[in-house]
T-cell receptor
């Protein structure tokens, strides 16, 4: 079956613009994660959804970042008033399990965001 | 706060060599540890997942070990091939979190013919 997909794959934004990044998890997966990966670094956790509930948003760097998953499937990460430090690859991952599952997280290809 | 460190940051070896990548973590209260591979411009591919109760996992030419008490894991790659060239990431899942992963910064591996 299809894996995790993300769109767009690349996004160039002018500083101050709002952007929306989409994640389509594997069908039926309960858990969905967003990570931010700066150049040359490992991914860092942003937020976690179990179905439509956002259970952990402790990694969101500021109130300019907002994520939703209204129907428990597709998720959108929105960044308002983008800044240059927001430039990074945004990775989405999904897993079949709910709370503290043992299954692997499956990652999408990421959206590479460049803020000029 | 959990911190994950990977050594070395980069490694270049000739084809055929056996090699070891190291990962250390500061909080031993983990649920599991996972090794990923990342190719340029692509997402992460899971290689091996070791539960906290396990000592090692093997898949083909890859073997990962876990010493939870000392906060260490190693990824052993046997008979390396140019196709193994990628960034290797270690990640731990905390026992009290919802499953979020804490990653190291990665080891960039280059295997030259």
């Amino acid at each position: 079956g299809a894996g995790v997909s993300q769109s767009p794959r690349y996004k160039v934004a002018k500083r101050g613009q709002d952007v929306a990044l989409r994640c389509d998890p594997i069908s039926g997966h309960v858990s969905l994660f967003w990570y931010q990966q700066a150049l040359g670094q490992g991914p860092e956790f942003l937020t976690y959804f179990q179905n439509e509930a956002q259970l952990d948003k402790s990694g969101l760097p500021s109130d300019r970042f907002f994520a939703e998953r209204p129907e428990g499937s597709v998720s959108t990460l929105k960044i308002q008033r983008t800044q240059q430090e927001d430039s990074a690859v945004y990775l989405c991952a999904s897993s079949a399990a709910g709370l503290i599952g043992v299954e692997t997280q499956y990652f999408g290809p990421g959206t590479r965001l460049l803020v000029l | 706060k959990q911190e994950v460190t990977q050594i070395p940051a980069a490694l270049s070896v000739p084809e055929g060599e056996n090699l070891v990548l190291n990962c250390s973590f500061t909080d031993s209260a983990i649920y599991n540890l996972q090794w990923f591979r990342q190719d340029p411009g692509k997402g992460l591919t899971s290689l091996l997942l070791i539960q906290s109760s396990q000592r090692e996992q093997t898949s083909g030419r890859l073997n990962a070990s876990l010493d939870k008490s000392s906060g260490r894991s190693t990824l052993y790659i046997a008979a390396s091939q140019p196709g193994d060239s990628a960034t290797y990431l270690c990640a731990v899942r905390g026992g009290t979190s919802y499953g979020k992963l804490t990653f190291g910064q990665g080891t960039i591996l280059t295997v030259h013919p």
